[in-house]
């Protein structure tokens, strides 16, 4: 049985290695141009850049904060614990004023500037600030925070803004549906 298996397959190779292709036919069509190609490297070339975030240092310093709070709020929330809760208040109220700071400081940058498209580091930082402020909401409530209104307006202003980026994208117009 094994000198059979072993017979068979020197047949099929012997078959295989009969069968010789030397040339395919270049059938692509002649659709780009050379100048489409350069101008495509030279794109890549500019996105493979590595540029800076200029919000990176508020971002971490966002997450950072907010791992604070989690850490200080992880005792419990009571009055033997009244100099961590104070911690974290003041932290939450840190983080408060810098989301509604970054968020005052966009919208007058895409107001004064209304032709410009929001850029997707823009929409990388929105998405960022709203996961965060999520966080935020939570360790407010965990702390009797009373509600902060400027902060949910900022956060709504930021969403609409990262909307208005989905609907600038190709096929945007299909975002909602």
């Known amino acids: 049985m094994k000198l059979a298996s072993i017979f068979a397959i020197a047949v099929l190779t012997n078959e295989i290695a009969a069968v010789k292709v030397t040339h395919l036919p270049d059938v692509r069509p002649e659709l780009v141009a050379d100048s489409d190609i350069a101008a495509h490297e ?51 109220t840190k983080i408060t004023d810098e989301i509604v700071d970054y968020s005052n400081k966009l919208i007058t940058q895409v107001d004064t500037h209304p032709d410009e498209t929001l850029t997707e580091q823009n929409a990388h930082n929105i998405s960022a600030i709203v996961f965060y402020s999520v966080q935020l909401i939570e360790q407010r409530d965990a702390l009797a925070m009373p509600g902060a209104n400027d902060l949910d307006l900022a956060v709504n202003r930021l969403k609409s803004l990262q909307k208005l980026y989905l609907f600038e994208q190709k096929g945007g117009e299909n975002y909602l549906g």
């Open 42 to 92: 030279a794109a890549r070339e500019e996105a493979g850049k590595v540029k800076k975030n200029p919000q990176q240092a508020l971002l971490t310093s966002i997450n950072t904060d907010l791992d604070q709070i989690n850490k200080d709020n992880s005792f419990g929330i009571s009055f033997s614990q009244h100099e961590r809760n104070e911690h974290a208040k003041a932290l939450c």
